[in-house]
């Protein structure tokens, strides 16, 4: 336990315990004896709880001004190899962590497995901790782990839990993104022995970012495995097929901390160990990611649009979506990036509340196909007005969470990336079409008998899904708080790249100052009346 | 009281969230009192806020009130906050003024209906939309109540939602405006990164500094815009279809508010258009093909709301026009008459409806005008004004636009052109509604003449449709028809409107003086953007004279035709008139067509090609695991035999480079 006693700052290690409460959580439920299974629910939700409460306190507790990483922990791991269990937050992450905090124990609560929930609510729990470690982690080789780490209770979860072609799902998902983590370890390691210096060998991020000593050349080789292992993460189009498969067959829980969580690693991992790590190759190949971004968006789009299953097309307005992330990411903007990040939780909130929701149909009708699927707004209202709340979340509708993402990227990146941005704008027509041709045809016309009967949201489903509709709505009117948060790390993040590389952000227009007239009326807010 | 601002739109958003809360136990009528009264309300806080703004000095009539950050992203500060100028408040005025009539009258449309209180939410939520659109003090609120109007429009043209053909216009208004709002946000994005503000005070005293090019691209951005959300060419497809919604909706959204978003924005970014001379031809020359191409159409419609829709698409055009014109208080006093006559005549229509057992075919229709004498009577104050005939409201604001058409600042003859076309649309328009009026109110009844055979059932359509060609309106069975007067609750508001249609060109008389109210009000907020009218007194009423000639030639020709029977009616109604030209059609086989081939080109491309490579390489390295499995045999011997003969090699290769 002396791995929780935090170095540089007295007491409690927050970070630590994050990963420790559920990977704990995990070992009790699997001790949990024989002909009690009904208890694993209880308990791993409550594990998963405590850890979400633990996240909820680290959002209280984070000062948003401060632009570094927060609350570290370093301990000494394989000292040898400079290899150490470092861990911190800081604006990038920390939002991300709070979804991991309070995603996991909604959908453990709320979602049933539908059978063997003992080892369901273990692996869950693995997968949380491994999560939290993933986006805490400022150790290469602690990433590393936890990068892979997560394959495995997901595809446990695909395997064990899922539909009809799973084992297809599953192994397509694990050996498709393993392939990519060979490349990634590849680097790693490149990159540790050949930054290697005076002061010996060292895997921490920090060191190896400030330091930046190796060739361009080492360099840009370095970031673009790394950025293979995350484009097919994320997933950026041509190395996306995996995803449609892994969604559909993975029950709901798995498909919404696909969705929620695990695409973000890859999103997560551009910006801390692409854009931090490799400042120069990431301005050099941004042009190529932003290229398959914008494609990503357009074609993502197209494909959803012709889908038959419900769940795949949400599966491909993922696709979409991330390629708006990844735009942000690479616009090179405050307000981009900050755009960027905003979105991977924007689209954790929008894609796991439709998984959610696809779920319940799911579940009521034992079908996903569209054509099967007619008129349920009739049957059901309260879950058509659910699915519409989300719907335009997803459709970017402005008040609603996704919009301020979307916009903050789109506005950001049109200053660097300026057609680039035109077509990516264009991808928001698209998705109206996608989702509203589909909502029409499954909610909308006179339903048959079949449908007709379909059961309305039951309240432990309705509890469920508010907390989604809740931030939907709160971060649509109200980002203040989490770009706040997020800004200073950004920043700072940007001068980074400045200052190792040729790119320089652009220059503010000159305002000049407005006349009279305006400053008058100024001042006068608040007054008369 | 300015500093109330923010109640105008925070009631409406107050109807809402009780009725979202509550609506259905508070139920029918109750749901529909509350929401009206939170309209009401906005109304009066509205009036008292113009009234304070009144009190100031004409040129001191700008007052701004920030609530928070919204957006705090970087260089980029969007604030919720609005701008109260003359400009707005007077669309805020009109707005919260019509939409409380329409809820009042919803109150007694919408009676029976299963989705009493639903109607209402959605109702709120589009007045709360529609005041963050014209109150927000920067170009991304304002594109929040864009939005959320039109999301409004969405689900309140889908409202009948069993209805394929309603689900189906619902979808096809928002995608079409989707188109709008892309042009928008590249707009906002383009002022943004030029003159780094996207606040309105700013935007106007920052745009000097717009190079042209970037004042035309932000232009002709915006045009887009306002062509999806108003209904311009070649956007305006949606609003015909957007009928299939109730009609209050129709007389509410697609007629006196949401469709004149478009008109608002370009009024509201004239400091831009300023600087582009040829944005402003080329959104004149749209407006003025707008305006006869959809008054063609109109007078083939047979379902009475079609012909109130092209009508409004065609008036819309008529304001850009005089958008492009420079004459934006002409577009504003043609936009809040054209709210009063519309409004009217689509609540008109419903009523007619409503009475009528829910025919919409004029055809079946004919001397209502003895068993609905006020409906008759209101319907006909909005027909007067409408087809230019003075004193009626229309006749004035549309005289002005014909007026500043006429004196278009250079581009060679352009504006004489626009001026004739503009006014054989006034011809037109005169033609088409006295058409209705005719068939609908006077003749003979043809209530229960027996209809052709009903189109086939709507339920059946194939699902896997892609957008296909509007359904015609399905023709029910009717029992005997007893037509009715309406309840109070829809001739009241009918007898208001009718009151505003009648009288509101008082609201910039030219004739008493220097009365001119509206555009002496409005005058601060164009100063340096509008165009002035040079004319004098004699050309002026001249061009008012022909006019008003053409307007009672096209009254004249519809009551040969439809009243006194004298010429055959059929024959002025070729198909393409009453299908517009096919364009909708050709849009549908477009998108149903090609663009659907390319999305499954897409999709299977995706399944076949992408996904099939990946499944190709671990095909690929199972067969290689295959072809070397048998070397992994297990037997000693074959090992044995393996080792012996690759150190064989290995000494012969080193042998060789040895000896070499």
New interface residues.
């Given amino acids: 336990m002396s791995i929780l006693a935090a170095t540089g700052d007295a007491g409690f290690a927050i970070l630590n315990w994050l990963i420790l409460v559920p990977a704990v959580g995990a070992v009790v439920v699997a001790f949990i004896p024989r002909g009690r299974e009904d208890l694993a629910r209880p308990v791993g939700t409550a594990f998963s709880a405590a850890a979400g409460a633990l996240s909820v306190y680290l959002l209280a507790v984070f000062d948003g001004s401060d632009p570094g990483f927060q609350f570290e922990s370093t301990r000494s791991w394989i000292a040898d190899l400079g290899i150490s269990w470092h861990v911190g937050v800081d604006g990038i992450s920390l939002f991300l962590v709070v979804l991991t905090g309070l995603i996991f124990p909604i959908v453990l609560a709320g979602l049933d497995p539908h059978g063997d929930p003992k080892p369901y609510t273990a692996w869950m729990l693995v997968l949380q901790a491994a999560s939290f470690g993933a986006f805490l982690a400022l150790d290469l080789f602690l990433f590393f782990v936890f990068f892979e780490v997560v394959l495995v209770p997901m595809y446990m979860l695909i395997a064990g839990w899922g539909y009809d072609r799973r084992r297809y799902a599953a192994n397509k998902f694990f050996i498709y993104t393993m392939a990519g983590s060979a490349l990634m370890l590849v680097a790693i390691i490149a990159v540790v022995s050949l930054s290697a210096s005076d002061g010996g060998i060292t895997f921490d991020l920090n060191t190896l970012a400030e330091r930046q000593s190796l060739a361009t050349n080492t360099a840009r080789w370095a970031f673009a495995a790394f950025a293979v292992a995350f484009a097919i993460k994320i997933p950026l189009v041509p190395v996306h097929t995996w995803l449609p498969d892994a969604h559909t067959q993975a029950p709901t829980g798995g498909s919404v901390i696909l969705a929620a969580v695990m695409l973000k690693l890859g999103t997560y991992g551009l910006v801390r160990f692409g854009l931090y790590l490799f400042p120069e190759a990431s301005v050099y190949f941004a042009p190529v990611l932003v290229t398959l971004a914008v494609i990503g968006i357009i074609y993502g789009a197209l494909v959803a649009t012709m889908q038959t299953d419900l769940k795949r097309l949400v599966a491909y307005s993922s696709v979409a979506h991330m390629g708006f992330v990844v735009l942000g990411i690479f616009a090179f903007t405050v307000t981009g990036l900050e755009g960027g990040i905003l979105q991977m939780v924007n689209h954790g909130v929008s894609t796991g509340a439709l998984f959610i929701l696809v779920g319940f149909i799911y579940e009521r009708r034992h079908t996903r196909r569209i054509s099967e699927l007619k008129g349920l707004q009739k049957a059901a209202p309260v879950m058509a007005g659910f699915f519409t709340v989300v719907m335009l979340s997803s459709v970017g509708l402005p008040g609603l969470n996704g919009f301020v993402g979307e916009f903050l990227i789109l506005i950001g990146s049109f200053a660097t990336r300026r057609w680039w941005t035109v077509v990516a704008a264009a991808g928001v027509i698209l998705a109206a079409l996608y989702l509203l041709w589909a909502y029409q045809r499954v909610f909308h016309g006179a339903p048959d008998e079949v449908n007709a009967e379909t059961r309305d949201l039951l309240t432990r489903e309705k509890l469920v899904l508010a907390p989604f509709v809740a931030a939907i709505v709160f971060i649509g009117v109200y980002p203040a708080p989490l770009l706040d948060r997020v800004e200073p790390a950004v920043d700072s993040l940007i001068t980074h790249i400045e200052d190792n590389s040729n790119y320089r952000r652009p220059d503010q227009p000159v305002v000049v100052p407005a006349p009279t007239q305006s400053e008058d009326t100024g001042a006068e807010t608040g007054g008369e009346g | ?4 601002i923010w109640l105008v739109p925070a009631l409406p958003l107050a109807g809402f969230l009780i009725l979202v809360a509550a609506g259905a136990r508070l139920g029918e009528p109750r749901a529909g009192w509350v929401a009206t009264a939170f309209t009401s309300a906005s109304f009066v806080v509205t009036a008292l806020v113009w009234i ?1 703004l009144l009190g100031r000095d004409a ?2 009539r ?5 609530l ?9 500060r969007v604030e919720a906050g609005f701008l109260v100028d003359p400009l707005a408040i007077t669309m805020a005025l009109f707005v919260t003024f019509v939409s409380s009539l329409i809820h009042l009258y919803s109150v007694g449309y919408m009676h029976g209906d299963p989705k009493f209180s639903k109607f209402f939410v959605y109702l709120n939520l589009f007045v709360f939309s529609m005041l963050m659109l014209v109150l927000g003090n920067n170009l ?1 609120l304002t ?2 109540g864009w ?2 109007v039109g ?1 409004c429009s ?2 309140l043209i ?1 409202f009948w ?4 053909s ?3 216009a ?2 096809k208004a ?2 079409t405006n ?2 709008g ?2 042009g928008f ?2 707009a ?3 002022i ?6 996207v606040t309105y ?2 935007i ?3 745009a000097p ?1 717009l190079a042209g090019g970037t004042a035309t691209a932000v232009s002709l951005l915006l045009l887009v815009a306002a062509a999806g959300k108003s209904a311009q060419l070649p956007l305006y497809v949606w609003l015909p279809d957007a009928m299939e919604g109730p009609t209050p909706v129709s007389a509410l959204i697609h007629a006196a508010t949401m469709v004149t978003a478009g008109v608002y924005l370009l009024s509201r970014m004239s400091p831009v258009l300023v600087h582009s001379d040829v944005s402003l031809r080329i959104i004149a020359v749209v407006g003025t093909a707008t305006a006869l191409f959809a008054a063609l159409a109109a007078t083939a419609q047979h379902d009475i709301k079609k012909v109130l829709a092209y009508s409004t698409v065609s008036q819309l055009g008529y304001m850009f026009l005089a958008v492009g014109s420079g004459a934006y208080v002409a577009a504003l006093f043609h936009m809040i008459t054209h709210a009063f006559f519309k409004a009217l005549l689509f609540l008109g229509a419903g009523s007619v409806i409503h009475a009528m057992n829910d025919e919409q075919d004029m055809r079946y229709m004919g001397a209502l005008r003895k068993v609905m004498p006020i409906t008759g009577a209101t319907f006909i104050v909005g027909w007067l004004a409408i087809a230019g005939v003075p004193p009626f409201a229309g006749f004035w604001s549309k005289d002005d636009i014909l007026l500043a058409a006429w004196e278009m600042d250079g581009g060679g003859g352009l504006g004489k052109v626009l001026w004739a076309v503009g006014l054989f649309t006034a011809l037109l328009t005169a033609y088409y509604m006295s058409r209705q009026v005719f068939m609908v109110f006077y003749g003979e009844a043809h209530w229960n003449e027996a209809r052709p055979a009903p189109a086939t059932d709507n ?1 059946e ?1 194939d ?2 449709e ?1 957008e296909g060609p509007p359904e015609t309106v399905t023709v029910e069975a009717h029992s005997e028809v007893h037509p009715h007067e309406s309840p109070w609750t829809m001739w009241v508001p009918l007898v208001v409107l009718a009151t505003g249609a009648a009288l509101g060109g008082l609201l910039n008389l030219p004739v008493i003086g220097d009365w001119l109210f509206l555009e002496r009000f409005l005058e601060p907020v164009f100063a340096g953007t509008m165009h002035h009218i040079t004319a004098g007194t004699g050309t002026k009423l001249l061009l008012a004279a022909i006019a008003t000639t053409g307007a009672l030639i096209g009254i004249w020709f519809a009551a040969q035709v439809w009243l006194w029977r004298r010429v055959d009616g059929r024959k002025l109604e070729p198909r393409l008139l009453e299908d517009a030209f096919e364009v909708d059609a050709a849009y549908a086989r477009f998108f149903g067509g090609p663009g659907r081939a ?3 080109l ?2 299977d491309t ?1 399944r076949v090609v ?2 099939g490579a ?1 499944n190709g390489v ?1 095909q690929g390295t199972r067969r290689l695991g295959f072809l070397l499995q048998p070397a992994q045999s297990g037997l000693v011997r074959q090992y044995a035999i393996g080792i012996a003969v690759g150190a064989l090699g290995l000494a012969t290769w080193l042998l060789i480079g040895a000896v070499a």
Avoid at chain 2, 1 to 4: A, F, G, P, R, Y
Avoid at chain 2, 62 to 66: I, N, P, R
Avoid at chain 2, 161 to 164: D, P, V, Y
Wanted: hydrophobic residues 50%; charged residues 20%.
């Fill in positions: 009281m300015l500093d109330l304070s040129e001191n700008v007052f701004e009130k920030v928070f950050d919204w957006l705090p992203a970087g260089n980029l991304v594109f929040l939005e959320g999301a969405y689900l889908s939602h069993t209805r394929e309603a689900a189906r619902g979808k928002f995608i989707r188109v709002d892309w946000m590249l906002t994005f383009l943004f990164t030029t003159l780094g503000t005070t700013d106007g005293a920052l500094n339920d359509v699902l896997a892609f390319t999305a499954q897409a999709a995706d992408v996904d990946v671990a």
